[in-house]
T-cell receptor, first 115, second 115 residues
Framework: GDSVTQMEGPVTLSEEAFLTINCTYT??????LFWYVQYPGEGLQLLLK?????DKGSNKGFEATYRKETTSFHLEKGSVQVSDSAVYFC??????????????FGGGTRVLVKP | GAGVSQTPSNKVTEKGKYVELRCDPI?????LYWYRQSLGQGPEFLIY????????DSGLPNDRFFAVRPEGSVSTLKIQRTERGDSAVYLC?????????????FGEGSRLTVL
């Protein structure tokens, strides 16, 4: 079945540092790929997405590129802020749309940005 | 409200008791999902409704778990004879007709603790 593997945290950074969170997946065909974020005390929310190979999703300074050859969707941000402290989840949605938007999530990576 | 609403936000119960968790999705969203998130892990799919019917209940762990959505809006997740291993945050999400962008909109979750 489908699966998502992402690097374990916590990741502790100083403000303005570069952030990378690795994510790889196993799935049939060409799934859609997502990064969701959970800020303290809030629900999960979509950060960015990509629906086909070589697509780049971007939002709030974060980027991730859909790499079919390496089955990866690594999240990057060039200069993090304290407000980026959160738990980040990589996820995929299957190709078959009869499954709706049933997402398979990775285990999450906690990021703590210190001033 | 504009977002997905879940009640109760916290529920503490004793082993063997019956529990109901409620989800009120975003108005107009026909698809509704239940996930379970254990501490330090990513959300795990439980069940997905399209309208009133369960389109996919493959994630329900056993027959103690049941969910309904009788009028195609509010959904209730029901857990019978609760066990300590059922302790987790139960997340509800909804999405727009046709799946839209593939985005799920999550509530803040119901934290269940079974003593």
């Amino acid at each position: 079945g489908d699966s998502v593997t992402q690097m374990e945290g916590p990741v502790t950074l100083s403000e303005e540092a570069f952030l990378t969170i690795n994510c790889t997946y196993t799935a049939t065909g060409y799934p859609s790929l997502f990064w969701y974020v959970q800020y303290p005390g809030e629900g999960l929310q979509l950060l960015l997405k990509a629906t086909k190979a070589d697509d780049k999703g971007s939002n709030k300074g974060f980027e991730a590129t859909y790499r079919k050859e390496t089955t990866s969707f690594h999240l990057e941000k060039g200069s993090v802020q304290v407000s980026d402290s959160a738990v980040y989840f990589c996820a995929l949605s299957p190709v078959i749309k009869a499954a709706g938007n049933k997402l398979t999530f990775g285990g999450g990576t906690r990021v703590l940005v210190k001033p | 409200g504009a977002g997905v609403s879940q009640t109760p936000s916290n529920k503490v119960t004793e082993k063997g008791k019956y529990v109901e968790l409620r989800c009120d999705p975003i108005s107009g969203h026909t698809a509704l999902y239940w996930y379970r998130q254990s501490l330090g892990q990513g959300p795990e799919f439980l069940i997905y409704f399209q309208g009133t019917g369960a389109a996919d209940d493959s994630g329900l762990p056993n027959d103690r778990f049941f969910a309904v959505r009788p009028e195609g809006s509010v959904s209730t997740l029901k857990i019978q004879r609760t066990e300590r291993g059922d302790s987790a945050v139960y997340l509800c999400a909804s999405s727009s007709p046709g799946g839209g962008s593939g985005e799920l909109f999550f509530g803040e979750g119901s934290r269940l603790t079974v003593l």
